[in-house]
């Protein structure tokens, strides 16, 4: 099972894409937490990349085509991957075209979660995510039993750097000018398949599971 999990950001690509991977035993790649990981280290490419996502700006496409290049090539990648947050921009969507045809590797669909403006920007100012193994809690909809802790293994909730309400809708911006292109471009080649990412988790986690097995 080779899927690219597409849509704006606060869309609940990242929840559903580490409940299937995990379902299925295959990696989730996800070049956004790449990307803080990178940042966190301190490194001189952490840092550079940190200042582009502060922003909401996108980073540059060579950097993460090159990140992605790295991690398909594993061996655990074979068997199957989830790609979260990746493709962002038409020209890494033709570089994971190449990558998989090196590898003699095919993607099977590209799954379009589709939630309002309105609903992304109250799930992206209310959220938190531990720092530890990544679990995202909502203070309105789901929230963590503390404040400052996560429920599954006590690492510290923050919000993250971009989530504040200007960066949000900057990156909202981004995603309609250099994102929503790549729909188009998914729908020519047969492989999109758009379902509602409003509604409870539990639901959409089955519309997800029935899309990733469809065809
Ligand atoms: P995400 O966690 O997917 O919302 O990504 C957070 C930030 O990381 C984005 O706003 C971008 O700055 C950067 N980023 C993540 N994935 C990509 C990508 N495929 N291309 C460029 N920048 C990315």
């Avoid at 606060?10 to 790649?29: D, S």
């Avoid at 570089?95 to 589709?114: G, M, P, Q, Y």
């Avoid at 993250?160 to 949000?168: C, G, H, L, N």
């Amino acid at each position: 099972m080779r899927l690219v999990f597409l849509g704006p950001p606060g869309a609940g690509k990242g929840t559903q894409a580490r409940t299937l991977a995990a379902e299925q035993g295959i990696p989730h790649i996800a070049t956004g937490d790449m990307l803080r990981e990178a940042a966190a280290s301190g490194t001189r490419f952490g840092i550079e990349a940190k200042s582009y996502m502060d922003q909401g700006a996108l980073v540059p496409d060579e950097v993460v085509v090159g990140l992605v290049a790295e991690r398909l090539g594993r061996e655990d990648a074979k068997k199957g991957v989830i790609l979260d947050g990746f493709p962002r921009t038409v020209a890494q969507a033709e570089a994971l075209e190449r990558l998989l045809k090196d590898l003699d590797l095919v993607l099977d669909r590209v799954i379009f979660f589709e939630v309002s403006e309105r609903e992304l920007l109250r799930r992206l100012t209310g959220r938190r995510v531990c720092r530890r193994c990544g679990t995202t809690y909502h203070l309105a909809f789901s929230p963590p039993r503390s404040l400052q802790r996560c429920d599954r293994c006590e690492g510290e909730l923050y919000q993250r750097a971009d989530d504040s309400e200007a960066t949000v809708r900057r990156r909202l911006e981004v995603y309609a000018a250099q994102t929503a292109p790549l729909l188009d471009y998914y729908r020519s080649r047969g492989l999109l398949i758009s379902l509602a990412g409003e509604g409870s988790p539990d639901a959409i986690a089955d519309a997800v599971r029935r899309a990733a097995a469809s065809g």
